[in-house]
């Protein structure tokens, strides 16, 4: 096998180090790093080379789950640029999304058991969201000419907000599949 245990996740799918991906060509690479690395392919060359393939094919399901979720995408840009996200103890947010987070907030604690009502809080957190993706990848892809570092930091806030609309999305969800109960 001719894999780098060295490479990072960009490399190991051959996609290049940027936030924008199509994300059927992940799918497609993933499929193709799995074909290669599968144990069975291993079996005449003894227990070693397949616990070797069994590695290999940890590494690459977790390169793809990083890769696949645009999130973890760029908290991984973000990291390998020198800028750790560090959500759990920087909660450094922009003053209008604190403010449109707890109007969200509000809203679901106070919203009846009412499937309408929380389907259209959740189409919101949606389009916040997309809205948010563009402008963190705008913010990592959008100028090349500027220090990775640079680019990381800003798009570090945008990263921490999508962590949070992610979770609040699932706690929506969570309230429909116990309303559909």
Known sequence: ????????????????????????????????????AHPDRFAAQGAASQRLAMQWSVRI??????????????????????????????TAMPTDFLMEQMAWREELESAPNDVDTLDALLARTRAAKRDRLAQLTQQLDGHPEWPKAQRAEAAAVHVRALMFVDRFSEEINQRLTQLEA
């Open 1 to 36: 096998m001719t894999l780098n245990l060295q490479a990072s996740d960009f490399e190991l799918f051959g996609l290049p180090e940027q936030h924008a991906q199509d994300a059927s060509v992940i799918d497609a690479q993933w499929k193709e790093l799995l074909r290669e």
């Open 61 to 90: 399901n977790e390169a793809y789950q990083r890769l696949k979720d645009p999130v973890k995408r760029a908290a991984y840009l973000c990291e390998r640029w020198g800028v750790p996200v560090n959500a759990e103890r920087n």
